[in-house]
């Protein structure tokens, strides 16, 4: 491994940490005005939401290179989203595997629908990808695009406390890292969008998360087999480098740490 690339895979995890704790302490702050004052539980819910990525932003921008936003390619959007929501409907599938039941949140009202979706659907859609495509794939490039799309979407996981959100994060954040590493970081963040604005619906309308699956699985898996039919050769070679990278390998082993310790019970 180079020094260039172990500083790179270094400072990548130190910011998927960062970014893990951000958001475990945004969302203790954002119930703080829940009893006291009611009033500013929405302004509070946005601002901690913006703080909880700040320390990860700070840290990766004094010290990473950054990706272009690009465009996103409005002939491939359709075909991409479909990806996406087949690789979503993958990693909702494999989640259900796991012991335990998630209880449902509850649809937000009044100001705070506003402010859910500002907090839950475009901030973790502009500053996630800001954070582990438009910075993070810059800094594992040595690695080649399968090994640093893939350290992504590890880390991308690894920021997800749930695990049931880090399994579906796993395999969506794949389809996020491609996406931003042929097109931008701009395509990502439509992407990302797109799926939060989704999830978010699903709040009122449960109907939506199903409708999600069934897309995902007759729209979305066609197209990854078709991609990875006409790329095997190449992603074969490069996801066995990438696998059998110390890298990846140190990514993995934090991600199953960090996965275990929350099946276990370890955050609650």
Known sequence: MSRGLARGGMLCMAGALCCTAGQMIAARLAAV?????????????????????????????????????????????????????????LGSLLSLLLPGERAAPLPPEGAMIPAGLLA????????????????????????????????????????????????????????????????????????????????????????????????GMLLGWPVLVVWLVKHRPRVSARLAGALCHPLAAGGFALYLARFIWNITGGNA
């Open 33 to 89: 005005p829940a009893g006291l004052f009611p009033a500013l539980q929405p302004l509070f819910t946005v601002l901690a939401a913006l703080a909880g990525y700040l320390p990860a932003i700070w840290l990766l921008d004094r010290a990473a290179p950054a990706k272009g936003w690009g465009r996103a390619p409005v002939r491939r959007l359709p075909c991409l989203l479909a990806a996406l929501l087949g690789a979503a409907a």
């Open 120 to 215: 839950k659907c475009l901030l973790p859609a502009v500053c996630e990808e800001w954070i582990f495509r438009r910075r993070m794939l810059p800094l594992l490039a040595e690695a080649g695009a399968s090994g640093a799309v893939a350290g992504t979407a590890v880390l991308f996981a690894l920021a997800h406390p749930d695990p049931r959100q880090a399994v579906t994060a796993l395999f969506a954040g794949l389809v996020l890292g491609a996406a931003a590493w042929k097109y931008g970081a701009g395509c990502s963040a439509v992407l990302h969008l797109c799926n939060n604005l989704l999830a978010f619906g699903q709040l009122w309308n449960p109907g939506l998360g199903k409708a999600a699956l069934a897309a």
